[in-house]
């Protein structure tokens, strides 16, 4: 541990702290992440708040600045690359937290959509949460997705798309899981920067995620799971 | 085939060559050109004399996945959107990737790569743990191994990578003009998404009512800016409604073309009653229906209409009576500049040497709202810009945008953009965040 980060936690309140471990992801720094997340653990500070109020806004500050031209891929991808060092030290600890488990998520980005930072965010939110995720992975056919539900038994079908030109295939995979008589057992999600409520109505999909943070509720709703006061906090 | 093909351009463009190794020298990365088959045809001097790091991984039996593959699946990515691509080579080594084609079929790709974007002494403990595998004289040699890597900086990166793709343009055949295409749909569709998104901060929970009234209110808005001759502010609109109409028709495509045919009848409606041609919007027009039928996907619709779009102001361009024009972007220009301050339609009126009444005439004939209402446009528009700074409080925006006070300001706000600027502050807050 860094001496002068340590000087300065001792000074400063937990929020301050948050928002530079905020600052520290969109700045790419790993060292700043590790640190601040490692110190904060210690520390004792509740580990879905580090997530979800300094982790995750720092990668979404990241998404936006790239979205609004102030970043380029590389940044992006540094940025992602810091975000990865503090989730490696709270996924371990979020993990050993959960013994039972709610469910079986089987989630991946639709056919041709190759965005996932916000998938891996939902990942690790849901991990935390207990459920047990089956990650597909980036540019999932349809076929990839039913096989998947069928093989793996698992409730909750989640798909994520970030272009435009990608979301049709949320549709397709859920014209294939009716056709496959699956749908009546295994619940759709979905999710992603262009989707909205009403194009998960128009496609029938069971629910709809606005932002990945309000992912576990969503999903613990659909299954008709009690919150158990432990839930990402939903900005 | 292709390959000798490719061999040829090169013999007979030395030019393009040195392009090639100056793209090398001047980024300091490798460069190669490889065929569809993997096959390496050419290759930077620079990649000859630094020591290979992907063949010290593969050869001591380190996890790694084939830079062929790495490379295929970068080349049809980058055939796919039209541009050059960066991504991760192998662990942390990274590649640009531009297409090369042929009569409109992927034959090879230009690869710069290795390249680091990171210096390796940064590079985290975890990041290096499949070293552990290997013996350490392995590690040692490794490790110089990467010191040889270059390491180039993120905007660096961002530079070399459209100057990689002019260079596969200039070794396609006939050259690249048909991913720009697929580049300029592609960029469209970002900006909907972008749009999209915004909606989606603004109004956290529409509905398809909300979105009706608020397709409703843009409309007129295009049409005024169309009257205006305002044409990026008009584009900008047309973003937004195609938007509105993707949220609610993408998973429908007959009735997504219904309503972009709707969308452009609007458009056109209101370019012949700004001054284009009638002959010309009835070719228009004609056109739309006849062209719409060949269209089969979501995309292209979206890059037509923006076309269309294009086609309908260079008409208005071409043929409307310039003078009415003159003076009321004069006029908007004055508030524009002076929307802090406390005008009137006389003052501005005065400026451009017209009587007040005239003046009137012209903004509601031309923009189809009163005076009064396009200044408080004006100011809510730069308020919500301030309001994005969260140090700024609201009383003193209102002060600065022109309104007298904060409950006025708060009750024009909330008429024109349907939330308190407080409840707009907030939004744009999660928005940046």
Redesign the interface.
């Given at each position: 541990m860094d001496n002068a980060i340590n000087h300065k936690l001792e000074k400063e309140g937990s929020g301050a702290v948050l928002k530079r471990l905020?600052q520290a992801v969109v700045q790419r720094d790993?060292?700043g992440v590790?640190a601040l997340t490692e110190r904060m653990v210690t520390e004792g500070v509740e580990l879905f708040e580090i997530l979800n109020q300094g982790l995750i806004?720092g990668m979404?500050?990241a998404s936006?600045r790239f979205?609004r031209g102030k970043f380029?891929?590389?940044?992006l991808?540094?940025s992602s690359r810091a975000l990865k060092?503090g989730l490696?030290i709270l996924r371990p600890l979020i993990q050993e937290r959960n013994k039972d488990v709610l469910g079986r998520v089987v989630i991946g980005t639709v056919k041709?959509d190759?965005h996932d930072i916000g998938k891996n965010l939902v990942i690790i939110l849901l991990e935390g949460n207990g459920f047990e995720v089956i990650d597909l992975g980036v540019d999932v056919s349809p076929e990839k997705f039913v096989n998947a539900v069928e093989k793996k038994e698992a409730q909750i079908l989640a798909m994520s798309s970030?272009?435009?030109?990608t979301?049709?295939w949320m549709?397709f995979t859920i014209e294939l899981l009716q056709a496959s008589g699956m749908h009546r057992r295994v619940k759709t999600i979905v999710g992603g920067?262009?989707v909205?409520?009403?194009?998960a109505k128009?496609?029938r999909a069971d629910a709809y995620c606005?932002e990945a943070t309000s992912a576990p509720s969503v999903i613990k709703k659909l299954l008709g799971i009690e919150e158990n006061g432990r839930t990402a906090v939903v900005? | 085939m292709a390959e000798q093909l490719l061999l040829n351009k090169l013999k007979e463009n030395p030019e393009i060559t040195s392009q090639l190794k100056a793209f090398a020298q001047i980024t300091t990365i490798p460069l190669r050109l490889i065929d569809s088959e993997g096959k390496t045809l050419w290759k930077s001097d620079f990649f000859r004399s630094k020591a290979n790091f992907c063949k010290i991984l593969q050869s001591n039996g380190f996890p790694t996945r084939s830079c062929q593959r790495a490379h295929k699946e970068a080349a049809r990515e980058s055939f796919r959107w039209g541009e050059a691509i960066i991504s991760k080579c192998c662990y942390f080594i990274m590649q640009i990737t531009a297409p090369v084609i042929r009569g409109g079929k992927l034959v090879g790709d230009l690869v710069a790569s290795p390249f680091l974007l990171v210096d390796p002494s940064e590079l985290q403990p975890e990041e290096l743990v499949f070293l552990h595998r290997g013996k350490p004289k392995i590690r040692k040699a490794f490790e110089k191994t990467l010191s040889s890597v270059p390491i180039v900086k993120d905007e660096q990166v961002g530079q070399a990578t459209p100057h990689l793709f002019r260079l596969a343009d200039r070794l396609s055949d006939p050259d690249l003009s048909s991913l720009l295409n697929v580049s300029e749909s592609q960029a469209l569709q970002g900006r909907i998404a972008d749009q999209i998104c915004d909606l989606k901060n603004l109004d956290r929970d529409f509905t398809s009512q909300s979105l009706s009234k608020l397709f409703y209110e843009r409309e007129k808005e295009i049409v005024a800016k169309i009257r205006l001759g305002d044409r990026s502010g008009a584009k900008e609109i047309l973003y937004q409604l195609l938007a509105i109409i993707l949220i609610q028709y993408l998973e429908n495509f007959e009735l997504l073309k219904i309503s972009i045919l709707e969308l452009l009848i609007i458009l056109s409606r209101a370019a012949a009653e700004t001054g284009a041609k009638i002959e010309e919007m009835l070719g228009i027009r004609y056109g739309f229906v006849t062209e719409l039928t060949r269209i089969k996907d979501q995309e292209t619709l979206c890059l037509w209409v923006v076309r269309v779009f294009e086609k309908l102001m260079d008409g208005i361009y071409e043929t409307r009576h310039a003078n009415n024009y003159k003076r009321l972007s004069k006029a908007l220009n004055f508030i524009e500049t002076h929307y802090g301050d406390s005008l009137t339609v006389e003052r501005i009126a005065k400026e451009i040497y017209l009587s007040p009444s005239r003046l009137s005439h012209i903004i509601k004939s031309e923009l189809g709202i009163t005076f009064g209402d396009y200044i408080s446009k004006v100011r809510v528009e730069r308020a919500k810009v301030l309001l994005k700074d969260r140090e700024l409080p609201i009383s003193e925006i209102a002060l600065e945008v022109g309104f007298p006070d904060q409950s006025y300001f708060t009750k024009v706000f909330k008429k024109i953009q349907r939330c308190t600027p407080m409840k707009f502050r907030n939004a744009s807050e999660f928005d940046s965040t």
């Open positions: 905020q790993c060292n590790k806004p979404l500050e936006e979205r380029f891929i590389p940044e991808l540094m060092f490696s041709f190759l970030l272009l435009t030109s979301m049709s549709k920067a262009p909205t409520q009403i194009f128009n496609i606005r900005k | -």
